[in-house]
């Protein structure tokens, strides 16, 4: 967590920076990709600013919303120093979650049907919020019975064993939900508890018609863009806020550190880690509802990539690290919007966990992460 | 106040306490002595329910705490200042005195508390805002027991306070240690530094491979001629 390595620095001896022989192969390897990346992607934008800026307006959007899971990561992995791989599927269950809240149960429709008198839009963002906040809700409460039931258990056991059971819930979550009588393993089409505008910016802005294609050489973005966008930039000033000021943040760091001393304070570690579950599955939830939004089609294996990436992006930004988790997520939606729209859609995938493994290859402890330390 | 009976202690198979009884009186200062390995942090550990007794009964002021999870223990009246230190490095030196009140609610009471303690240990106030990582041995030492005195503690806990710290920095925590029992405070004192230890308390035991083998006034074991020569090297 924030503020560690200006501890630790000292430690990193000299011995560690020393790397293989023929490390710099490698190295120049990497910088010359780094360099031909670099010049191929400002010659494409110099050459179209206009799809460029496209591409970075989509590459934020996907960064955006993988912040909102990657917190969730690196949180948990700073206090249990466990990958919860089951995180992407609490994403997917968010997903659902609104899902059945809206088409089923009309849930987005209650303030207009509640108070016939307040104004349409009104009626909207509180049906919005309404549905959110029950799909954050209903994530809190799988990711704490998740950590209760196949975690907790598991606390003093190897880490391995608590990777693999990880995993396994993983699957669980997964191929229960595709089972026919609860989500189904079809792709649902998603009904949003709002309509989504997009507009079109040449000489000013301008909405777009839905059905209609954006005009050529235009830059395009939707209301859905721009809520992902505050909602993931408030959730990192959110928890920057608790875990820097409030009591539960404070001891929630403290517990990363050192739990046997953290109790000897009067702190219920096993409380602080549920807490820490919790807020992670409640951004998770969060994301979910606005990734299906965006991209309006839900199925359950939603939670996979995404969470991945995300995972990916923690990595990056060094795991533990909170702000790394969401530096790390933009540089993770860039490389993939550029991809897709300077190489090809499918090599996405393939470039997001080519950085995965360059990282781990290179930087091991990812840009904002601390080396690790043994404990006397 | 605090009465330990026959307790048993196991790190899987091996006994390392092996029916340890004594007891504290309030106001008393009550010191563990004993070479490396004897079982004094371990018993420092049971107290605090860090580790789980197989065997016997720790009671404070009548109430048992045996089983108690460590966190309900702190707001019993029982705080430790642990073995090394163990300063939250990461959290600033304020952040670490706040986690020490973590069991009280009452914000103006901690907010004085914080100042007292300000008051006792001037150079934590210097360094409130730095980390505590960045401090040095004696600051942490001091750190450490201002952390522990936050949650008024009716009985402190004191695991090696001397470890790895200058004869000069030691004889100012020993003189601490003194100031924080005549305010009030009864203090169990584990210590190899037996000189030191024996020099400020009232009451003293010795400990030999997981038993006590000798008990007594603090004056009395001093003068012991077995203890003069494994302890104090005369």
Known sequence: MPGRNKVTKKTLSAGQRRGPPLAWVGWSFLILLAVVTVLYVGLKAVANPILFLQNLLDGLKLGFVYALIALGYTMVYGIVKLINFAHGDVFMVGAFTSYYAVSRFNLHMWPAAAFPSISPNLAVVLGSLTVILLSMAVCVILAVTIERVAYKPLRDAPRIAALITAIGVSFFLEFFGALPFVFSARFIPYKAPFSTHAWYIKDGIHPIISGQASPDNTISFSNIFLIIAAASILVQVLLQYIVKRTKIGIAMRAASYDKPTARLMGINVDRVISFTFAIGAAFAGLGGVLYAIAYSSIYTQLGVLPGLKAFVAAVLGGIGSIPGAFVGALIMGQAEAMTMGYISTPMRDAVAFSILIIVLLVKPTGLFGEPAQEKA | ?234
């Open chain 2, 1 to 234: 106040m605090l009465r330990v009976e026959n307790l048993h202690v196991y790190y899987g198979a091996i006994h390392a306490l092996q029916g340890v009884s004594f007891n504290v009186e309030q106001g008393e200062i009550v010191t563990l002595i004993g070479a490396n390995g004897a079982g004094k942090s371990t018993i420092l550990r049971t107290i605090s329910g860090l580790l789980r007794p197989r065997e016997g009964s720790i009671m404070l002021n009548g109430t048992e705490i045996t089983t108690m999870p460590a966190e309900r223990i702190v707001s019993m009246g029982i705080s430790q200042v642990p073995e090394g230190r163990r300063i939250f490095a990461p959290l600033t030196v304020k952040e670490n005195l706040t986690m020490g009140a973590y069991t009280r609610k009452d914000q103006a009471e901690i907010q004085a508390t914080l100042e007292r303690s300000y008051k006792s240990f001037p150079r934590l106030k210097e360094r409130e805002s730095q980390y505590g990582g960045t401090l040095s041995g004696g600051e942490q030492q001091m750190l450490a027991m201002a952390r522990a005195l936050m949650a008024q503690p009716s009985l402190l806990l004191l695991d090696e306070p001397s470890m790895g710290l200058s004869p000069l920095l030691v004889e100012e925590i020993f003189r601490i240690i003194v100031e924080i029992n005549k305010q009030g405070t009864s203090i169990l004192l584990v210590e190899q530094n037996a000189q030191m230890a024996l020099s400020i308390a009232n009451r003293a035991y010795v400990l030999e491979t997981g038993s006590i083998v000798l008990s007594g006034d603090a004056s009395e074991i001093a003068e012991n001629p077995d203890v003069k020569k494994a302890y104090l090297g005369i």
